[in-house]
C-alpha cells in the first residue's frame, strides 16, 4: 500500500502513549515518561523492551518542538479524516420516478407506451432519484442503486422460443445493486450522469441502460 493508506497505519499518537491530553505542557509530558519509565525500563520490567522504547519514542518526539508539531498536524489529519468517513446510503433513499397512480392518470399506463415515453410525458428527465439531507450533500458517500439488469437464460441461452424457464424471452429481468461512489460537494437538483457500459452486474448479464441519470432531491421539504 502506498499513500495516504499507508501513512495512516504506521501513525502513532504519542499523547496516547503517554496517557496525557493532546494540549499537554513540557512538564506534563516529562512526568508522564517519568512515570511509565519507572514501570517499563527493561531493568525493572524484564520485559523485551518494546513498551519502554514506545514510550521513550513518545517522549523524544513530543520534546522536540518540530517533531511534535509535525506530529500534531498527521493527528488533526487523522481526525478530520474520521469525520469524513464514508457514509453509506441505502436502497431505501432510491426512488424510480412516475409512480403508478401518476402514470394512470394521464393514461401512460397503456401498453404500447415504454417507460421512457412515460417519463417524457411527465417532464421527467432523470432515471433514479436519491434523497439526501443536506449534510449528507457535503459527505463522501456510497449510494446504493437498485437497477435493472438482463441476463441471459442458462437453460437456453436465448435460442430457444418455446424455452419454458424464460417463456422464450431468451432473458431474465433482475435488479442488481450497484455502488456509485460520491466525493460530496452535491447540490439538490443536480443531476448526474453515470456511465454504465463498462460494468457488468453478473456473468452473461448487462444492465437494460448503458447510461442512468441521478437526480439529487431533498430527503425532506425542509432538509
Ligand atoms: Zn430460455
Not at 47 to 71: C, Q
Not at 104 to 122: I, P, Q
Not at 193 to 212: D, G, I, M, Q
Amino acid at each position: 500500500m502506498t499513500g495516504p493508506a499507508a501513512a495512516e497505519r504506521v501513525f502513532v499518537d504519542h499523547y496516547t502513549i503517554l496517557g496525557i491530553a493532546p494540549g499537554s505542557g513540557a512538564e506534563d509530558i516529562k512526568r508522564a515518561f517519568r512515570g511509565l519509565a519507572k514501570i517499563h525500563h527493561p531493568d525493572v520490567s524484564h520485559d523485551d523492551g518494546l513498551r519502554f522504547l514506545e514510550i521513550y519514542t513518545a517522549y523524544r518526539v513530543l520534546r522536540d518542538p518540530i517533531e511534535r508539531s509535525r506530529h500534531d498536524l498527521q493527528l488533526r489529519l487523522r481526525e478530520i479524516g474520521a469525520q469524513q468517513s464514508v457514509q453509506l446510503v441505502p436502497p431505501s433513499r432510491v426512488k424510480y420516478p412516475g409512480t403508478v397512480v401518476q402514470l394512470a392518470r394521464r393514461g401512460l399506463l397503456r401498453r404500447r407506451y415504454r417507460s421512457r415515453d412515460r417519463l417524457r410525458h411527465l417532464k421527467i428527465d432523470f432515471d433514479l432519484e436519491v434523497f439526501l439531507s443536506r449534510e449528507e450533500l457535503r459527505r463522501p458517500l456510497r449510494v446504493t442503486l437498485p437497477l435493472i439488469a438482463r441476463t441471459l437464460c442458462p437453460d437456453c441461452r436465448g435460442s430457444d422460443p418455446d424455452c419454458p424457464a424464460c417463456t422464450g424471452r431468451g432473458t431474465y429481468k433482475s435488479s442488481r445493486n450497484v455502488f456509485v461512489h460520491f466525493e460530496g460537494g452535491l447540490f439538490h437538483g443536480q443531476i448526474i450522469e453515470l456511465n454504465l457500459s463498462r460494468l457488468r452486474p453478473a456473468p452473461l448479464s448487462h444492465f437494460k441502460r448503458r447510461k442512468v441519470r441521478v437526480k439529487i432531491s431533498p430527503l425532506t421539504p425542509t432538509s
